[in-house]
């Protein structure tokens, strides 16, 4: 489908890496030397190129600012400790990619473009992946239509674009919950499991008005009953109890089929732990909880990795958890996915790919 072979590359006369700091840099706010940009159009891509990090220029017709077909992805690259930079399953990253295309009449991105493209952009930027302890390269692929028309159809062109983030740490401060019972993030049969940027739209009012009620995030549940979990914010949520822990299933399309999520439930397991991806209702933590039997809870997602949640607030209901004293769990599951990230332990599940 593409005939893609060779990236064409201007590079930047003047980097600003020099003038930037890079230790503990804010996540998202400055971006590299270089850009990927390729071009689709007459039913394939035509054009892949790396050139300096610039604005765009657009019509005001521009689809995708009109009607939103607009994917993307967020993945990290890591200076380890073997001074290799290496890249966390970018393939998973890669096959989502297209999943969310698809969900959004999109055209396919040939691996050519968005492996190979990326590799090649980061490795041209290599200086400024931060060699700090818990630092890391951001990689933000997205794809946008280009047609310029405001009837509503799939556009027949678009932008596909890869934009590199070095960031420093990401201190999760524990979140503060609430189940959200008013405003729904997805349904079955819509666009929950794809990942558009219209599903970070929709969450803006509700996350805002969870912050007026004194909150943090909100626990996204189902459309109908209000009760059954999904995600929260916008990473996906794992609940430790006493003899297994819990995350929702994704069979409903409804949440993010989740790379760290994915990962967790291996290391979870590999950690001796039962992992049940299952549907999940409120009520069942609260009784649990009561019992004592509901000991933790986190959000995992590719910014913030783990995420512990120290509260829960459900009608009258406030599950707390003592994260400072009795986070056994995410602790470990969060050394462990950053000692495989770091290569301080092998890699033994084909999850770092080396650059
Ligand atoms: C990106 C995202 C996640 C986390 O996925 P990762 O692959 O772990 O980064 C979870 N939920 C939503 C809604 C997302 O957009």
Redesign the pocket.
């Known amino acids: 489908m593409s005939e893609v072979s060779t990236i064409r590359i201007t590079k930047n006369t003047q980097s600003r890496l020099h003038e930037t700091e890079l230790k503990n840099i804010p996540f998202g706010k400055i971006f590299t030397d270089h850009m990927l940009v390729a071009d689709y159009a007459d039913g394939a891509w035509q054009d892949v190129e790396i050139l300096p990090y610039q604005p765009f220029s657009f019509d005001p017709s521009l689809a995708a600012i009109h009607y939103g077909q607009c994917i993307f992805e ?1 993945i990290k690259a890591y200076h380890n400790v073997h001074d290799e930079v290496v890249i966390f399953r970018p393939y998973d ?1 890669y096959a989502r990619f297209n999943q969310s295309a698809a969900r959004m009449q999109m055209p396919e991105v040939p691996e050519e473009i968005f492996i190979d493209g990326m590799k090649e952009l980061i490795n041209l930027d290599k200086a400024w992946i931060p060699t700090y302890e818990n630092h890391s390269l951001y990689i933000r692929p997205f794809m946008f239509a280009t047609d310029t028309f405001i009837g509503v159809r799939p556009s027949a062109t678009y932008k596909f674009v890869i934009i590199l983030a070095p960031t420093g740490p990401y201190y999760s401060k524990p979140t503060r919950i609430k189940v959200e019972e008013k405003y729904t993030r997805a349904a079955p049969g819509g666009v929950g499991g794809a ?1 558009n940027a219209g ?1 970070y739209g929709l969450s803006l009012k509700p996350t805002e008005d969870a912050k007026l009620a004194g909150y943090d995030q909100v626990l996204w549940t189902d459309a109908f009953e209000h009760k059954w979990l999904q ?1 929260v914010g ?3 949520v794992f609940f430790v109890l006493k003899d297994k822990v819990l995350t929702p299933s994704l069979e409903e399309g409804t ?2 089929d ?4 994915k990962s967790a439930i291996v290391v979870l397991r590999e950690m001796g732990l039962n992992v049940e991806e299952r549907r999940i209702s409120i009520d069942e933590l609260v009784d649990e909880y009561k019992k004592g039997n509901f000991l933790e809870s986190f959000g ?3 910014a913030a990795t783990i995420s512990p949640i120290k509260e829960l607030a459900y009608k009258d209901e406030h599950l707390v958890f003592d994260v400072d004293n009795n986070s056994q769990v995410s602790q470990e599951l969060g050394k462990r996915l950053s000692d495989i990230r770091s290569g301080v332990v092998e890699d033994t599940h084909g999850w770092i790919e080396k650059i």
Request: charge should be positive.
């Open positions: 967020g990253n990942k599903n995600e916008t990473m996906n949440i993010l989740g790379v760290t999520r995992t997602g590719t």
